[in-house]
């Protein structure tokens, strides 16, 4: 007599947990390749493609236990010289290899032409071109913190002149200071004091923050122009001492969003590339192990 929970578990359980877990890896199968199309290759989407894989493995171990118990119980009825056994090894054997081997072929085909193709991404010309971007890019914004240093020592220089005249006379002083940020195209102004004394300002300089510099910068600017950047990059400012006075003169403009925008896209797509081109060696390992796994498991 066979015991009842054996049996219970041959005819009821067994085939329940084998069609669930062949249920699971076609799902594992699909997940996969559905966060592999969709996810980016850098961030957090790379960590979750890593447990993805990971569970897919756990899943690639529970068939092949399963497999190999089948192929040890069809191994044993051939010993024992059971009717039909060794047809049933033979059938076993050659689908296997009739499956094995594209599938293997393909999966590994495949992991091949996409290193192929990741090697096309880190060529030389691609290099040049995304390293030039970035040189053209900053270029312009280096040119254009020179044009603001030259107007704003051109302002000093031009305010230097008979400067008690205009500071006695704070109206004049600033429309005066108005109109010559306005003709070189400065879209703020102010001409202040050691303490903080306001001589002329712009009628759009109110959101210039001339209380924040420091001594240090004070004392740098005596000898030339400093220039500052604000915290969004979409202004440059640049100040320096007015000649033969203990007065400061600081100005400022603003950048064009569009190019600020594409300079800011070009550092980035920079910054990108130079990661990938970090990871690429591990970027191709881990793909091309994802194959085999994904593979392997609608093989099993």
Request: hydrophobic letters at 50%.
């Amino acid at each position: 007599t066979v015991n009842p929970f054996v049996q219970i578990w041959v005819y009821f359980v067994a085939p329940i947990l084998e069609t669930s877990l062949l249920l699971v890896a076609m799902g594992a199968g699909v997940a996969t390749y559905t966060v592999f199309t969709s996810s980016a290759l850098l961030g957090e989407n790379s960590r979750k493609v890593i447990y993805l894989l990971n569970v897919d493995l756990v899943i690639l171990l529970l068939l092949g236990f399963l497999i190999s118990r089948r192929l040890v119980k069809l191994w044993a009825q051939r010993r024992s010289g059971r009717a039909g056994s060794k047809l049933h090894l033979r059938l076993a054997l050659i689908f296997g290899v009739l499956t094995v081997i594209p599938t293997l072929f393909v999966a590994v085909s495949s992991a091949l032409l996409f290193n192929e193709g990741i090697q096309a991404w880190f060529n030389e010309r691609v290099r040049t071109a995304l390293n030039e971007s970035s040189v053209v890019a900053e270029a312009y914004f280096e040119e254009h913190k020179k044009s603001i240093m030259s107007d704003v020592l051109a302002l000093a220089l031009r305010f230097s002149e008979n400067f008690e005249r205009y500071a006695a006379n704070q109206d004049y002083f600033n429309q005066e200071l108005d109109k010559e940020c306005f003709m070189i195209s400065l879209n703020e102004g102010i001409v202040f004091g050691l303490n903080h004394q306001i001589y002329a300002r712009t009628r759009l300089s109110f959101s210039l923050e001339f209380e924040s510099l420091s001594l240090v910068d004070l004392q740098r600017a005596n000898e030339k122009v400093v220039i500052q950047t604000s915290e969004s990059g979409d202004r440059v400012r640049a100040f320096t001492r007015i000649p033969h006075t203990d007065a400061f003169i600081i100005a400022g403009r603003y950048l064009d969003n569009r190019v600020l925008k594409r300079i800011n896209n070009t550092r980035d797509a920079v910054s990108e590339y130079n990661q990938l081109e970090a990871l690429q060696s591990d970027l191709e390992i881990k793909l091309a192990v994802s194959f085999m796994i994904v593979a392997l498991i609608l093989l099993l």
